[in-house]
């Protein structure tokens, strides 16, 4: 069978050039002698997605005799050599993580498409040749290497590569499109946009991981703590990743048509539950530490930049790798929400994905809230900050258990009696409301941009209303607000005016709704 040739990089002696699948070149250089080679792989690599560089190439009896050397930490553990397939067929990835199938598989690999995942964004054009080798004194470590050229390259023959169910080779030869109604091929391409959609999404991950956070120079301009808060569990998403798309190709290759494809998805919910909701999570603090580095560390600054410069990117940045886990669980609901519109309701197919599409659902939406909760505590403690308990008894754990529930500026109404027969006088001073959970504040705000609390009370002591007889001489807008037990276990009243009709209303509604 005819052999590819291959283009080989120079390594340093003591590195083993280690792909991202965990196939060592030594593995792949004796597989590609047995037997004629690794005639089911299009390219010259024993990884699916593109080409892999490898070292300087050496004989199998070179390759017996002289063992390569231990792989550097951040290379990931080897595993099986891929067994021989049938030529035509497609390797989307190889599984190598914790807990992965080991079972020798084969796979197909859908067209590749562009890094980013988010919609509208700029996606260009992939090259249709290998991008340059760099250096390996550049700064990227040999498994960023090697994924460079492993993921940035789309060097598959058009006839090996598929992006939509009607191009797999098996529904072309079965003719199984005649006589297929027009909303069958339309499910039928959409439940198989969810394997196609996560392939790309794995491919990006990959470059996220492997380019970046394995990157030395990366590693050498950030402290471990900063790594770790950058990154968060990335390396965990991704091996979900991976075997949940192995599951997807092994489900195809057991029936084409995809009838088990809810129950994949409902069969890994527990696992997208784990890993995402932590990762999204995260992401508040990811945007908060790339924002200081890019302003305070320039050696984080030029290496981004470099790395950012790369190919392999596509002129994505960083930042646009690092939203893709949240993307990807909101992308997955509409996924199935897609599949259910051309499913028959009454079919088996809609009832498992339809509980496929409400845990999916329920995973979104639960990281939506913890990101509104890690929102609300970060801003209670940076609030905490600016507040002065110098005139009334401080607050113990002030920002524990508390969210912000509205604050704003209002003006204080204070009358005074002028004897009888007189007008009252009326002044009005400006006094700060924040209003929690289960606290309000009334405060000044201070030239240092601080608030000077002048009283407090909790929420279930408080009643604002509107006047039922309005006094004289009060101007428009106000209302008033009862304190049945302050801080001082005092009670008082404070009559207060807003700068609307429409603030007034709702100072009122957020006051009786605590």
């Not at 079919?347 to 994905?353: H, P, T």
């Not at 409400?358 to 939506?368: D, R």
């Not at 408080?462 to 039922?468: N, R, W």
Request: contains cysteine.
């Amino acid at each position: 069978m005819e052999t590819t040739e291959v283009k080989m990089l120079a390594f340093p002696k003591p590195l083993q050039a280690v792909s991202p699948s965990g196939l060592t070149a030594s593995s792949c250089a004796a597989r590609r002698t047995h037997k004629g080679g690794c005639p089911s792989l299009p390219s010259p690599s024993c990884q699916g997605l593109s080409e892999t560089p490898e070292p300087t190439q050496r004989s199998p009896a070179m390759a017996s005799q002289n063992p390569a050397p231990q792989a550097p930490q951040e290379s990931l553990p080897e595993v099986r050599a891929q067994p021989r397939l049938r030529p035509g067929t497609r390797i989307l990835w190889r599984s190598s993580g914790k807990g992965a199938k080991e079972a020798d598989h084969q796979q197909r690999r859908s067209k590749d498409e562009p890094v980013s995942q988010t919609p509208g964004m700029h996606r260009p054009k992939v090259p249709e040749k290998q991008p340059r080798a760099l250096p390996v004194g550049a700064g990227f470590s040999t498994a960023a290497l090697l994924s460079s050229a492993l993921l940035g390259a789309a060097s598959f023959s058009p006839q090996r590569d598929y992006s939509f169910w009607q191009e797999i080779p098996e529904v072309k030869s079965r003719g199984l499109l005649e006589g297929l109604p027009l909303q069958q091929r339309h499910l039928q391409e959409a439940m198989f946009e969810v394997i196609t959609s996560e392939a790309s999404y794995l491919r990006s991950l990959r470059v996220a991981l492997f380019h970046f956070q394995l990157s030395p120079a990366l590693r050498g301009a950030l402290a471990g703590a900063q790594l770790q808060q950058l990154f968060s569990n990335l390396s965990q998403v991704k091996d979900t990743s991976e075997r949940f798309l192995l599951q997807l190709e092994d489900h195809l290759d057991q029936d084409v048509f995809l009838s088990g494809l809810g129950e994949v998805v409902l069969k890994h919910c527990p696992a997208f539950h784990r890993v995402y909701v932590p990762y999204v999570t995260n992401q508040m603090y990811q945007e908060q530490l790339m924002q200081w580095l890019m302003k305070g560390n320039s050696r984080f600054t030029q290496v981004l930049r470099a790395l950012e410069e790369h190919p392999i990117c596509q002129r994505q940045p960083l930042k646009a790798f690092l939203v893709l886990p949240f993307q990807r669980i909101t992308r997955l609901k509409i996924l199935l929400q897609n599949i259910l519109k051309w499913a028959r309701p009454e079919s088996e197919l809609a009832k498992s994905v339809g509980l496929a599409h409400e845990a999916v659902g329920e995973i979104v939406s639960q990281c939506n809230e913890n990101v509104q909760l890690m929102k609300q505590k970060e801003e209670l403690v940076s609030l905490e900050k600016r507040m002065d308990f110098s005139k009334v008894n401080p607050l113990p754990h002030f920002s524990q258990g508390r969210w912000l529930v509205r604050e704003g500026e209002l003006r204080q109404v204070l009358v005074q009696e002028a004897g009888l027969g007189y007008r009252p006088q009326v002044s009005m001073k400006p006094i700060h409301l924040h209003l929690f959970n289960d606290l309000l504040l009334l405060s000044h705000l201070k030239e240092d941009g601080r608030f000077l609390v002048k009283d407090y009370a909790w929420t279930g002591h408080v009643k604002a209303e509107l006047f039922k007889a309005k006094p004289l001489g009060l101007p428009g807008w106000t209302f008033y607000l009862s304190i049945a037990q302050n801080h001082r276990d005092e009670s008082r009243e404070v009559i207060l005016k807003a700068e609307s009709e429409a603030q007034r209303q709702d100072w009122i509604s957020w006051l009786a709704s605590r």
